[in-house]
């Protein structure tokens, strides 16, 4: 039960309004999105240069180990060749190539874009 003498918050409630259409910047959203389809667009690079053979499997060229850096899921080519058997083999192989570069270009955006913000940040604070 309540006393009659107190009074809640509830009574006396202030409403702040707040701007509408105010802009909101989301430039992690942005890095993260940027970096996934580049992830993509090397690894569907680098399976089309390798199903053409303008690549060897990884670790047979020096072409090949440098795509190996950029896209480092590349090493599954050991395990098929660029015309493989089965069809299912090779539409395995290809998306995890793809979806795994992707990722892995997107977390270190992510990894760069939280450095960048906090030495951003701490040279606000020095100024």
């Known amino acids: 039960m309540r006393s009659r003498g107190r009074r809640t918050t509830l009574e006396k409630e202030n409403a702040t309004e707040l701007p509408e259409n105010q802009p909101k910047e989301n430039h992690l959203l942005t890095v993260l ?3 996934f389809v580049l992830g993509m667009a090397v690894a569907i690079g680098v399976y089309l240069a390798w199903s053409h053979g ?3 499997p ?3 060229s020096p ?5 190996l850096f950029f896209c480092p899921p590349f090493i599954l080519s050991i395990a098929v060749g660029p ?3 089965a069809d299912l083999a090779l ?3 290809v998306s995890a190539m793809v979806l795994a570069n992707a990722f892995l270009y997107a977390g ?3 990894g760069g874009y939280f450095v960048f913000n906090l030495m951003r940040k701490g040279s606000r604070r020095q100024a």
């Open 83 to 85: 015309t493989a058997d």
């Open 33 to 35: 999105s940027l970096a």
């Open 108 to 110: 270190a955006a992510a």
């Open 91 to 93: 539409v395995l192989l």
């Open 54 to 56: 303008v690549l060897q």
């Open 63 to 67: 072409g090949s180990a440098i795509a």
């Open 58 to 60: 990884a670790f047979h």
